[in-house]
């Protein structure tokens, strides 16, 4: 019997200006955990921009997105255009500025902001398939701006979720460790660094996450 997987699409790697690289390694962990796979996916785009993790300055140079998100995938990724919703079973965007920066332009648009085809074709797909979506910290706007009608979580923060609403998205709002679900269109989200969290609390919310979604398959 083949086991369940999860298509992950990361943003680069290192949360100023990619995938948070505690929420997408307790990502694939989870996954494995409760007996599943993983194949990991990325846009083959331009980095926004690369950001010195110390400082936060940004340094003279470019990135591509699916060449640094192949380093939390051990180099087991494939170009996000190659997706088809026929391969897994539910599809999981761990969060990280790149979230916000690469897989759309929520950092700089806002509610108005643009989803990248290829992410947006994704989600799209695996909606339409009747299969679980998750999304971490910011990653619930990206879903937000490609579904509309949904309810998930970015934690306690006002003027995002505000922002979700503008999108026509309700927030529900969580603690750390906490997940919000959404039974009807199968999306579940958890608030990770949206909130002052403790790596073990991401690491909680992320495994109920995991379960919640294996349970809706």
Known sequence: MRKKTFAVILAGCGHQDGAE??????TLW????????????APDIKQHHVLNH???????????????????????IAALATFSPDSVDALILPGGFGA???????????????????????????????????????????VAKVLGNVTLTIGQDSGTAEHLAAMGAKNQPTQQGEIAIDEANK?????????????DQVA??????????????
């Open 30 to 41: 989870a996954i494995h955990k409760h007996g599943c796979e993983f194949q990991c996916y």
């Open 204 to 217: 909680e919310g992320v495994d109920k996450l995991v379960a919640a979604m294996i349970q809706m398959m």
């Open 100 to 142: 916000a920066k690469n897989l759309c332009t929520y950092a700089f648009d806002g509610p108005n902001c643009k989803v990248q085809p290829d992410v947006a074709k994704a989600i799209k797909a695996i909606h339409q398939a009747g299969k679980p979506i998750g999304a971490l910290c910011i990653a619930p706007v990206i």
């Open 21 to 26: 690289i505690h929420e997408a390694t307790l």
């Open 54 to 76: 110390i400082n936060g300055q940004e340094m003279n140079e470019q990135r591509n997105v699916l060449i640094e998100s192949a380093r939390i995938a051990r180099g087991k």
């Open 187 to 199: 999306i579940v989200s958890t608030p990770c660094y949206m909130l002052n969290s403790r790596i």
